[in-house]
């Protein structure tokens, strides 16, 4: 039996899916994440600290939970995307797609042939249970995810050709690096950045393509999911262990006027 990509599944029913950025290398931190119910998890290891043994971890770890993963890649690398879709992963999501050679070169890594090039260990590999699934090969194609993260100048002009890339499922607007690429960083308000945002939503949308980004300060998952987007990925766990830990402290020191060793 396939293994079945419930986010995949609940994105082309029309649903919107939510997921929590894991940024630290800690299993227990991810499931702590699911079972508090953030059932996808989106790891990050473009910016984030895993090696390719701690994703295994993290992968297991959110399993076993109940979970989903969502992987974002560091770069788009096909050997690296060989060992992460072995591992398991089906959901992949590539930053700084601005090109459709790039895009292609995406879908070629990822899908077995005849749709692309991906290397073949079905019988050895944790994506098939070691050989277990024997039909793994045959339905891991239909079970994907690919994302292509638009967030930069450089893609503006071909989103459209971007969006018609057979085999890629979901253009993932990125607002810091694309407001970054045309001078204004971190100023995500600026006037022409929210332009260019607000033109990509209507163009990726009617591209037919699934549609996606992070929320922002004056952006919820309401107010996205109200504008089209069916994918919203929100906070991260080291941005809310640091907000919590700030907030106790703050607290602690109130209560038990704690010195400052600084």
Partial sequence: MPHINRTRTALMAGRTVSALWLESACPELAEVAVHAGWKTILIDNEHGVSSLEHTAHLVRAVEAAGGDVVLRIPANDPTYLKRILDMGVRSIMAPMISSVAEAEALVRACRYPPQGERGYAAPIVRASRFGADADYARHANEQLLLIAQIEHVDALSDVEAIAGVE????????????????????????????????????????????????????RGVAELAEAGYQFVAGPNDIALMAQGLREQAAQWRTLTRDFDLS
């Fill in 167 to 218: 085999g890629l499922d979901m253009l993932f607007i990125g607002p810091n690096d694309l407001a970054a690429s045309m001078g204004y960083l971190e100023q995500l308000e600026h006037p022409e950045v929210r332009a260019q945002i607000e033109s990509l939503e209507q163009r990726i949308t009617a591209a037919g393509t699934l549609l996606g980004t992070i929320t922002a300060p004056a």
